[in-house]
């Protein structure tokens, strides 16, 4: 859908509603204009109040919205008064949970109410669902404390503590735990989502993963369909399809006790192509030799990140569950497979720490909050093709940039997450090996140009021959849909035929298709990748 067909569609939504105000003699965008601080129990903010300019942005600063109105609902029913509210006034309404969206989809001026979700970030056993109840604004650095230091279990979701449940589950949210556990959504009971029914009304439904449930295609478009397609999402329940015990202790797995946490690096110094096209493919090879489920190397998860030269050097943070059988064994094993004919890396860290600790583990955690970024993801199913390690390399030698924060972020993935059928789930990526993003952190907006442009031109290099993007084939599987990229619907980046839901969704975008149809049949909730309605 264009953005201006979004557009046209949201006003449509919400033309009943006008009408319903125009006859009470009220002008609905003199409402919106009306200085305003609380309605209703919840805090409203507008251009008056002093935090209003801050909040127009997310975590990316490369993006600043225009909103008229930033709202902070607690309950479910106060996002459905709120969203009648914007309907009313004829603003295009957008939620935000955590901020972190890589493009300009919340943090847009086309987008003039944000329904931000920071005040529902509850974490609590819930007895009637017998199972987590988690509020779309808990970020994970605190869903992994309260459920871990009050039952002792955990979900596998994702690394960045500031991130928040709302966007990352809807996007099917992964982890350094998802070769031993899965992806988030693998443990995704029902999700809760406040929407707008044909006939311009609100309502609230809850979706589960029971298949008889009225609901249930919600929860399934909730299992990585992403944010903006179906409505506002206000509560998950987490509970692992495999629990038979209806105690907290039991309906989740169990975190590591201890992990194994490992740091080295190479000087690029002594990296030279033919050494940086061993380390590459050693890294895709052992990824190729262990994605199965269930051994103790599907305990192991790493991020190898190659580094702009201007860097210094190539990093790889590397955690292991410490009960697995041998772990140090597993953690050595991987160490010296990767390094094989590769010059010595040195060991700048190696030690056990509490599982606890480890969630806040620098080795992973995201983007500072303070600086801008762009990124462009892709599924590998084999280790790296030469073309894409060759063009690699000359990007992470172009000497027209000189950012040590522009680099190949690769992560591990397979085991667990690929022990689950393509279509159970809406993420249907279920055989790969690696999720990687060539990805530039900077800081001053003189130097977007020149970040988008190395990001862009290096990944296209890396799949020159299959149209610029990573190809449905049996070395690539697509692009990530929560590492949003709009590039994938622009010819000037994308030649291959395929649209950003081919690559997102794969088969399973006929049934999200529907799924839209169903919940936001007017397409109140748009964004410049929203799923089609049509």
């Keep these: 859908m264009s953005h201006t067909a979004s557009r046209r569609s949201m006003l449509s939504a919400s033309g009943a509603l006008l009408g319903a105000i125009a006859l009470s003699g009220v002008p609905a965008r003199a409402q919106a204009a009306e200085p305003q601080t609380r309605t209703r129990g919840y805090q409203v903010i507008t251009s008056v109040s002093e935090q209003f300019d801050d909040l127009q942005q997310g975590t990316n600063l490369r993006w600043k919205g225009e909103a008229e ?25 957008s939620a935000r949970s955590g901020g972190h969206c890589y493009e300009g989809f919340v943090a847009n001026p086309a987008v003039k109410s944000i329904i931000d979700l920071s005040a529902m970030d509850q974490v609590r056993w819930d007895p009637e669902m017998n199972a987590f109840e988690v509020g779309a604004g808990a970020q994970l650095g605190l869903v992994y404390q ?38 988030v959504v693998d443990h995704l009971l029902a999700v809760e989502a406040v929407h707008v029914r044909k006939d311009g009304s609100v309502a609230i439904s809850r979706g589960t993963r029971d298949p008889k449930d009225r609901h249930h295609e919600l929860w399934w ?41 490992s740091t080295v690096s190479w000087s690029w110094a002594d990296i030279d192509e033919a050494a940086f096209t061993r380390l590459l493919n050693n890294h895709g090879q052992w990824h190729e030799r262990n994605a199965a489920p269930g051994t103790p190397e599907a305990n192991l998860f790493a991020q ?24 140090e064994g597993v953690l050595d094993r991987y160490l010296t497979a990767v390094s094989e004919g590769v010059p010595a890396a040195k060991v700048t860290q190696r ?11 620098t080795g992973f955690t995201g983007p500072d909050s303070t600086r801008r970024f762009k990124g462009k993801s892709a599924y590998l199913r084999r280790t790296f093709t030469p073309e894409a390690i060759a063009a690699a390399y000359r990007g992470l030698n172009d000497p027209r940039i000189a950012n ?6 690769i992560a591990s993935y397979g085991g667990a997450v690929n022990s689950v059928a393509p279509d159970a789930t809406a993420v249907p990526q279920r055989d790969s090996i690696i999720k990687f993003q060539v990805v530039s952190i900077w800081d001053n907006p003189e130097d977007d140009k020149a970040n988008v442009t190395w990001t862009r031109n290096t990944y296209q290099g890396m799949f020159a021959s299959t149209g610029g993007v990573p190809p449905l084939n049996s070395t690539a599987d697509g692009a990530f849909v929560n590492y949003a990229d709009t590039d994938l619907d622009d010819s000037a980046w ?6 950003s839901f081919d690559l997102y969704y794969k088969g399973n975008l006929p049934r999200l298709k529907r799924a839209r149809a169903a919940y936001d049949p007017k397409g109140v909730f748009s964004h410049a990748q929203s799923i089609p309605l049509a």
């Excluded at 109105?69 to 309404?93: D, H, Q």
């Excluded at 409505?231 to 194994?260: C, D, M, Q």
């Excluded at 030690?351 to 806040?360: C, F, G, L, N, S």
Aim: net charge positive; glycine share 12%.
């Design 221 to 261: 478009a909730y299992t990585g369909g992403g944010g903006g397609n179906f409505g506002i999402a206000t509560r998950y329940w987490l509970r692992s399809p495999s629990a038979t015990e209806n105690r907290p202790e039991k309906a989740l797995p169990s975190p590591p006790r201890h992990v194994w946490l």
């Design 146 to 183: 309260l459920l871990y230091k009050q039952w002792g279990v955990y979900v596998p979701a994702g690394n960045c503590p500031t991130v928040a449940a709302g966007g990352h589950i809807a996007g099917g949210g992964y982890g350094s735990m998802n070769r031993r556990d899965g992806l």
């Design 69 to 93: 109105r930033i709202a902070f609902p607690r309950t479910a029913a106060e996002v459905a008064e709120e969203l009648r509210a914007v309907l009313r006034l004829g603003l295009r309404p």
């Design 304 to 327: 190898l990140k190659t580094w702009h030269r201007s860097n210094g050097f190539i990093t790889m943070d590397t955690i292991v569950d410490a009960a697995t059988p041998d772990a």
């Design 494 to 499: 994308n030649t291959s035929g395929l649209t």
């Design 404 to 409: 040590p924060g522009a680099l190949l972020m």
């Design 351 to 361: 030690r056990i720490v509490p599982w606890m600790q480890a969630t806040q583990w």
